[in-house]
Structure formats: structure tokens, C-alpha cells
């Protein structure tokens, strides 16, 4: 199963690149993969079970550097 271009996007350096719409956009996506491969896990054998890690990483990274930047953000309004 091929997965969006966001494969490539998974490094943080990368990840931090990008404009909060961007990351937004980029945590659906995974989020969404990340839905369609636990579904197709328990119904079919995966054709590559780390996708299943590397898209729940990829949730992860984009949901820290999302609360990095609303950390940021409350600090300067401060």
C-alpha cells in the first residue's frame, strides 16, 4: 500500500520547517494512515508492518513540536 508523500517529512529538523497549516495538514494525513493501517492489520496481514510505527512516530513528532510552539507562544505572550 502506498503511503502519501509525507513519508519523506519525518525527521523533526524537517517537521519544524514547516507553517503550523502545514503540520496540521501533515498530522490528518498520518492520522489518518495510521486508522486505515490498524484496520487493515486486524482484518489482513499488512504488507509492511513498520508503517504502523513509523506513522504513529510520525504522530507523535508532529503533536510535540505542536505543543512546543503553543508553549512557545504562551511564554511571549507572557
Known sequence: MAV???????????????????????????AENLFRFHIQAQTDRLD????LRRQ????ARVKTIQTERSKEAATADV
Open 4 to 30: 502519501s508523500g509525507i513519508d519523506s517529512m519525518t525527521k523533526a529538523a524537517e517537521l519544524r520547517e514547516m507553517s503550523d497549516e502545514q503540520l496540521q495538514l501533515t498530522l490528518k494525513e498520518a
Open 48 to 51: 509492511a508492518p513498520s508503517e
Open 56 to 59: 504513529r512516530r510520525l504522530v
